[in-house]
């Protein structure tokens, strides 16, 4: 599906007051392949998701996320000079932490 298609698409969902906003992103989510939890189904390769993304997945706080990086229950990606510019986490190491049911806090 083209961008401009993906776009149309959301400004549609996000403007129709008799969707929610749950109900547009779970379509959005559809279009993309993405599972509810926001992870991609079919993904070749692993992706880095935010902080704020993976917290939101599994319902626990930012500062939660980097507690689970620290001890090896996800694994971090730093991007930029020296790794200092950006950091990200791995989606396949949240979907194996979703599978084993231990991100529940």
Do not use: W
């Not at 706080?61 to 200092?84: N, Q």
């Amino acid at each position: 599906m083209m961008q401009s298609t993906k776009t149309a698409v959301a400004a549609i969902l996000r403007t129709d007051p008799s969707i929610t906003r749950e109900q547009a992103n779970a379509a959005l989510d559809a279009l993309e392949g993405r599972t509810a939890a926001g992870l991609a189904v079919d993904a070749p390769t692993d992706r880095a998701l935010s902080r704020r993304q993976i917290a939101e997945m599994l319902g626990v706080c930012p500062d939660t996320v980097t507690r689970y990086a620290h001890a090896g229950l996800i694994k971090e990606f730093r991007f930029g000079a020296k790794g200092k510019v950006a950091r990200g986490y791995s989606a396949k190491s949240v979907r194996a932490l979703l599978e084993r049911g231990k991100a529940v806090a």
